[in-house]
Each structure stands twice: as C-alpha cells, then as structure tokens.
C-alpha cells in the first residue's frame, strides 16, 4: 500500500476529530447536549421509538437490539433477557455462531467502533444458563395439534412459537440428537454441545415434544 505524506495524512484525521471536539463541546453546554440526545435517541438507536434502528433492520429477525442493551447498561439483565427471549428462542447459541451483520450497521462506528452486539448477547445466555429463566406465558392450549419435521433452527422456532400460541407440538427428526446442523454441523469449540442441549430442553420445556432418530418417509408418513 503506497505510503501517505504526512501534512495530506493529517487531512484525513479532520472529520473523524471534528466529530470528537463536537461530542467534547456537548459536554459544556446542558442544552445543547439535551438536543444532540434526543436527536440521536430518537432517530437512531433509542428503544420503544416508532421506526428500526440500523441493527434492528440488519438483523435477520429484526431483534430488538437496542432496548436490550440499554437493559444492559441499565443493570437489568432479567430485562435484558426477557427483551431477547422476545423473539430468539437461541440467544445462546446467536451469541457464538451468529454473523452479527448488526455490528456491520451499528452506528457507534460513526464515532469509534461498533458496539460487541454477540458477545453482549452471549452473556445474556450464560446468565440464564447459570440463573435460569421465567416460564414463558403459554396461550391457552388449543385442540389442534401440529408436527414439525426436523430438529433445526427453522424447524425447533416454528415449534417454540406455535407451543407459546397454545398448539401442542411434535417435532421429529432423523439424527438421534436434536439440533439439526446446530448439534451435528458446527464443532463443539465453536458452538458446545451443552449449549445446543440447553436451547433444546428450554423449548421442550413449552410443553414441545421432540422425537429423535424418526425419519419421514422410513419411520412415519
């Protein structure tokens, strides 16, 4: 990479430190940052606002990222969890094998650098995993039942939200462990088989049931 002369290297510092003395000026007049807050609040990455933050929007399932975080900074970590748990039945295994395309959108990078979104929520699971979680509040049970084929991601959400709309629900899957790829795919130094066990048994927990080594078309039809 060619090198940079020093006086043009200095012009390229400039925007980065004009937006460094405007947040150090903030600091100096009450009003002024009252403004600058609220702007960024309210149209950025502030919680309960009417739009998508840019790491909500990224997200895959659009979670709500910022109001678990502010949970975070807040101290309230059984918040945290609940916000994440809102729609993640997997904030566990998210918070190891998860591409985070949030981060790439998280707008502290405008500043500094992205806020650790994974590793926030990888703490979050390790916190359930050591304190546990209130039950879910299950809808009433409804008398149609429902079966998922397959043990994975896609297969094990469908039956954590149709078990919390009160379906009953069985899940059958051809390995002998549930999982999917989640429990066969990914190396354990990447993703702990224990983790993938906790997920699953929190969604059996609803009330789900999970029938193992049953392949369609072989064992059932």
């Not at 807040?74 to 916000?83: C, F, M």
């Not at 990078?109 to 806020?115: E, L, N, S, T, Y």
């Not at 059996?204 to 072989?218: A, N, Q, W």
Request: charged fraction near 25%; glycine fraction near 8%.
């Amino acid at each position: 990479m060619p090198g940079i002369e020093a006086g043009e290297r200095s012009n390229t510092f400039t925007p980065a430190l004009g937006v460094m003395e405007e947040i150090k000026n903030v600091g100096h007049d009450r009003k002024k940052k009252k403004a600058d807050l609220s702007q960024i609040h309210g149209e950025k990455c502030w919680p309960m606002v009417d739009k998508l933050s840019p790491c909500e929007e990224a997200c895959p399932i659009h979670m709500d990222i910022p109001s678990y975080i502010m949970a975070l900074a807040q101290g309230n970590i059984n918040s945290a969890l609940e916000i994440v748990r809102r729609t993640n039945p997997f904030p566990s295994v998210c918070g190891r094998v998860c591409h985070h395309p949030c981060e790439e959108a998280c707008t502290r990078a405008m500043i500094d650098q992205p806020i650790a979104i994974e590793w926030l929520k990888r703490e979050i699971g390790r916190f359930e995993q050591g304190n546990g979680h209130p039950a879910p509040r299950v809808k009433k049970r409804k008398k149609e039942r429902v079966a998922v084929v397959g043990s994975g991601p896609a297969g094990l959400t469908a039956a954590h939200d149709l078990a919390l709309k009160g379906y009953p629900v069985s899940v059958f899957e051809a390995l002998p462990v549930a999982g999917g790829m989640l429990a066969a795919g990914i190396p354990d130094f990447n993703l702990p088989s224990a983790v993938v066990r906790y997920e699953v048994d929190t969604i059996r927990s609803l009330g789900v049931d999970i029938k193992t080594s049953m392949r369609l078309g072989r064992d059932f039809s």
